[in-house]
């Protein structure tokens, strides 16, 4: 099982950015898919987006579509998510996750191994 530390959430303010960092510590990072989810006080942990092991598929939530950006760099076995135009609505922590395959999903059961989660905060 791959163990994985989020970091760079914080305060941002409407229509700013922010970039998250998942770091993986394990072999063979590029076997894993790998997702983002987050959830918000009170509600379900969501799907954001998700990247296969090359780095060369990816899948965005509707709600976040064409604003963020998921991203991997296998030799760095560190995973991103750039997060763009924000909106209140995009406060949760954010949760990254690894799956035991290079085929990606949106699937909360598919994905074996997550972080501690960071927090973000969009204010209005």
């Known amino acids: 099982q791959v163990q994985l530390v989020e970091s760079g959430g914080g305060l941002a303010q409407t229509g700013g950015s922010l970039r998250l960092s998942c770091a993986a510590s394990g072999r063979a990072f590029s076997s894993y898919a790998m997702g983002w989810f987050r959830q918000a006080p009170g509600k379900e942990r969501e799907f954001v987006a998700h990247?296969?092991?090359?780095?060369?598929?990816?899948y965005y939530a509707d709600s976040v579509k064409g604003r963020f950006t998921i991203s991997r760099d296998n030799a760095k076995n560190t995973l991103y998510l750039q997060m763009n135009s924000l909106k209140p609505e995009d406060t949760a922590v954010y949760y990254c996750a690894a799956r035991d395959s290079s085929w990606p999903s949106s699937k909360r059961a598919d994905f074996g191994s997550w972080g501690q989660g960071t927090q973000v905060t969009v204010s209005s």
């Open positions: 990247i296969s092991g090359s780095g060369r598929g990816t």
